[in-house]
């Protein structure tokens, strides 16, 4: 459980990164980032997938298709769900919807903890539990302040529990998975990148972007990884919970980026940073447990 905790909480601080990469990739506009994105992670994530000696699950998946062709709609639901998140994660930033996405985010744990008792029958520890009410304090605050929420709260808190939940019908929680699910966007992003005006002679044209894209899909590429092995690794309730760290951090980016909060919001942000809290102590008491009956 250890290396899924870790895994969870390293992707996190990359994802925050990735986030205000997206307006330092001036004059790409969200749907170019994207396409970008796509074709930049694929060739790393390649390379990941053998690098772990996956290529054998791939192989396997690649066999079930055959096998059963009718896996292949689900393989391309998947895809396009997973399309959709990445393209609103890169299209945010450059047009000041930060926070609702990263409200998107502190809700999702709440849904995928929801999700994985509802499905799956998990259990949560009195820590857990307390860290989600405090959490469902915050997001009840915020539904009653707003009246409701965005479409992209909405999509971001709703979409990604319905993926996770996919992946895991269609037994594609490995590398494996996440690797076709970004081959079967190649299509959709060289539409973006090629498309007229074509972004090829921008990227040529601006020096800065020679590296920025290329480092997009270096960061991309590991973050995702270690997010979808936290998810193989860890309970759907737990790898909910820890999600909590990665929106705290893109809230950070949103408000260097210029973006504040609405009044009356304070309460939404410090329940869900003490649910945060909590999380950390538990895991660090949960750890000092573990480490202390390997010295034993």
Request: net charge positive; with cysteine; glycine share 10%.
């Amino acid at each position: 459980m250890f290396k899924g905790i870790a895994a969870s909480v390293f992707a996190s601080f990359l994802f925050a990164a990735l986030y205000d990469l997206s307006p330092r990739l001036a004059p790409l506009g969200g749907e170019d980032i994207f396409g970008w994105r796509v074709l930049c992670s694929l060739p790393f994530t390649t390379a990941l997938l053998f690098w772990r000696g996956e290529g054998a699950h791939l192989r396997a998946l690649l066999q079930r298709v055959r096998a059963r062709p009718v896996l292949a709609l689900g393989l391309v639901l998947s895809s396009a769900l997973f399309g959709v998140q990445l393209w609103l994660f890169m299209w945010a930033p450059l047009h000041g919807r930060a926070l609702p996405v990263s409200l998107g985010y502190f809700l999702l744990p709440l849904t995928l903890v929801l999700t994985g008792r509802v499905l799956y029958r998990e259990q949560l520890s009195p820590a857990h539990r307390a860290a989600t009410a405090l959490a469902a304090l915050g997001v009840g605050w915020e539904l009653l302040r707003a009246g409701g929420v965005s479409w992209e709260t909405a999509l971001v808190a709703l979409g990604y529990p319905v993926y996770f939940a996919l992946r895991r019908r269609l037994g594609t929680q490995q590398l494996a998975g996440h690797w076709l699910d970004l081959a079967l966007l190649v299509p959709v992003a060289l539409w973006f990148v090629l498309r007229a005006p074509s972004t090829l002679p921008v990227v040529l044209a601006h020096p800065p972007l020679w590296a920025l894209v290329p480092l997009v899909g270096v960061v991309s590429s590991v973050a995702l990884a270690l997010y979808m092995a936290a998810s193989r690794l860890l309970p759907l309730g737990l790898f909910g919970l820890l999600s909590y760290v990665e929106p705290v951090l893109l809230v950070g980016v949103a408000l260097l980026l210029g973006e504040s909060l609405a009044p009356g919001q304070e309460p939404l942000y410090a329940l869900v940073f003490a649910a945060v809290g909590l999380l950390v102590l538990d895991g660090g008491l949960r750890l000092r447990r573990e480490w202390r009956r390997v010295k034993e």
